[in-house]
T-cell receptor
């Protein structure tokens, strides 16, 4: 019974490159949430997705960031033209309709050099 | 939107003593209040949660209290052990999605033998 799986665990990108972060939710979960954690800070909500739908993207930066959760396959958080300020840990969480808690993955630590 | 404040930012306790972390929230519509433990390099792990129809909940050495009138909730850890050392986050959300959480800034707890 695997939990939320995120990969890669660590990702290094040069400024201007693209970063793709993947999240496979708990089996049977249909809701995915992405959070960003800057060093020594709390987690900040970015986006809430259901299969093939973005439900709430109020925490997403307006430019360069996008997210999807296709019918098949993992959820993807995509950051285009990365800058040093994008360096952070990105966490994914999932829950199910009628569920009572969200489960977090181990995160992807993005470093922009 | 919701704003969650957490105090203290760091807490050092002797093994065997109790630790208390306090949080306040701003949105009276919030009705779900989880607490997460995060160890270095790992994702947040749910340790206990409380919903607005309950004033107190206990699970072994961990207890949480909620005062909806005052909009604050607290985590109590009794008989602390070195393995309790971690960063603890409080969070709040509404009933529309358990996974869309507003987190506090975190408390670094250090338990010294």
């Amino acid at each position: 019974n695997a939990g939320v799986m995120q990969n890669p665990r660590h990702l290094v990108r040069r400024r201007g490159q693209e970063a793709r972060l993947r999240c496979s939710p708990v089996k049977g979960h249909s809701h995915v949430y992405w959070y960003r954690q800057l060093p020594e800070e709390g987690l900040k909500f970015m986006v809430y997705l259901q299969k093939e739908n973005i439900i709430d993207e109020s925490g997403m930066p307006k430019e360069r960031f996008s997210a999807e959760f296709p019918k098949e396959g993992p959820s993807i958080l995509r950051i285009q033209q990365v800058v040093r300020g994008d360096s952070a840990a990105y966490f994914c969480a999932s829950d199910s309709s009628g569920g009572t808690e969200a489960f977090f993955g181990q995160g992807t630590r993005l470093t922009v050099v | 939107g919701e704003n969650v404040e957490q105090h203290p930012s760091t807490l050092s306790v002797q093994e065997g003593d109790s630790a208390v972390i306090k949080c306040t929230y701003s949105d009276s519509a919030s009705n779900y209040f989880p607490w997460y433990k995060q160890e270095l390099g790992k994702g947040p792990q749910l340790i206990i949660d409380i919903r607005s129809n309950v004033g107190e909940k206990k699970d072994q050495r961990i207890a949480v209290t909620l005062n909806k009138t005052a909009k604050h909730f607290s985590l109590h850890i009794t008989e602390t052990q070195p393995e309790d050392s971690a960063v603890y986050f409080c969070a709040a959300s509404g009933a529309d999605s358990w996974g869309k959480l507003q987190f506090g800034a975190g408390t670094q707890v250090v338990v010294t033998p």
